[in-house]
């Protein structure tokens, strides 16, 4: 747990803390590494001689795993969105010993269809699939702990207790786990990384429904995608570039970035009162930030 300040906080009256999972370990990092745990776990009973998972070609879900998998000695195969590129997540993933198939646009989308992973059971016997982004129920549990993590914190920050809770969405689960572990105690706020349209609100009550936990509780969501999923603009650029000189905690523009710009937006409305506490899950996330590092000094230098 980091206190942090800068000015637009300042102006607010506002006190936050940020929680670093981005500096829990240099490769399996951020929220990725708790969605992870409950399937590396599973794999070990069942003996499976690996894990097989989805994402694109800047997938930090991808890079956690293949990142684990090198560590803990269990073989890992990436399905990829879209056709071959090379970016610098793909190149760690190779590095990694990740197996890797590109199933173009088409053949991604038809991940939702019961019969998706027939043929990967065929061609990787034995091996465990995992979810995009590791989504289920076991990852919402772990992502429970979370919340044990924030309290353990508050000590070392001097403060007493907080007031809300904000986490960037992408698939609902890390979400979905804080409002699990929150159990009723702060609002949780959620920052949507991906348009409404995405249908993340409905994979989050399900997800809240099968933990037992009504489906509209407890939280609420905000459209912080600023047009879309990876959509950067020189706003975005301008508060990530200024936060991190002012604070020095490094951010990328995804989650965290749009995560903090929609909370700025949020003060700047005067919908939280001055004197309240924040506290805000930096989710990792680095490592997908190199490719986008020349796109936002362009953007930031335009405005």
Known sequence: MQSVSCRWLQRAGVELALLRLDRIDPLISGNKWYKLAPHIAEARRLEAPGLISLGGAHSNHLHALAAAGARFGFATAGLLRGHEVDTPTVRDLRAFGMHLHWLGYGGYRERHRADFWMPWRERYPGWLPVAEGGLGQAAVHSCASLVGMIERGLAGLGWPDYHQL????????????????????????????????????????????????????????LDASRGGFARLDGELARLLLDFEDETGVPLEPLYTGKLLLALRETLERGEIAPGSRIVAVHSGGLQGRRALQARLLQLYRAG
């Open 166 to 221: 904000w986490a960037a969405v992408g698939s609902g689960t890390t979400l979905a786990g804080l409002v699990l572990g929150e159990a009723g105690r702060h609002p949780v706020v959620g920052a949507l990384a991906v348009p409404a349209d995405h249908g993340v609100a409905a994979q989050l009550a399900r997800l809240l429904t099968d933990c037992g936990l009504a489906a509209d509780t407890g939280y609420r969501l």
